[in-house]
């Protein structure tokens, strides 16, 4: 069974910083493509970052390059995302998903390309 859960959220000030993490189990990271998404009530599930663990290779959307930053660790299975200098916006619940096809080259940022979905974590930033 294919489980991705991710960890890390939680309650932080604006100006404050967040690793989210999406532990990965059923799969090996390193044959997938793995995608960070988030998303507020009554909007679309918005792309947040993807990232090829076996070659590094990273995509961000234009809006989220600068305080986002996606890395990977093959041998504990894990992704993570790192969120800087937070915003109110930035309020949400994260998600991550791996995709085995060719999400990467075909479009990172669409999330109906993706196999497999955690069941989210949630960031609040207070203002």
């Known amino acids: 069974e294919v489980q991705l859960v991710e960890s890390g959220g939680g309650l932080v000030q604006a100006g404050g910083s967040l690793r989210l993490s999406c532990a990965a189990s059923g799969i090996s990271i390193a044959d997938y493509a793995i995608g960070w998404f988030r998303q507020v009530p009554g909007k679309e599930r918005e792309a947040v970052s993807c990232?090829?663990?076996?070659?590094?290779?990273?995509y961000y959307p234009e809006s989220m390059e600068g305080r986002f930053t996606i890395s990977s660790d093959i041998a504990k299975n894990t992704v993570y995302l790192q969120i800087d200098n937070l915003k109110s916006e930035d309020t949400a619940v994260y998600y991550c998903a791996a995709d085995r096809g060719p999400v990467f080259a075909v479009g990172p940022w669409m999330p109906g390309l993706y196999d497999y979905w955690g069941q989210g974590t949630q960031v609040t930033v207070s203002s």
């Open positions: 990232i090829k663990p076996s070659d590094g290779k990273t």
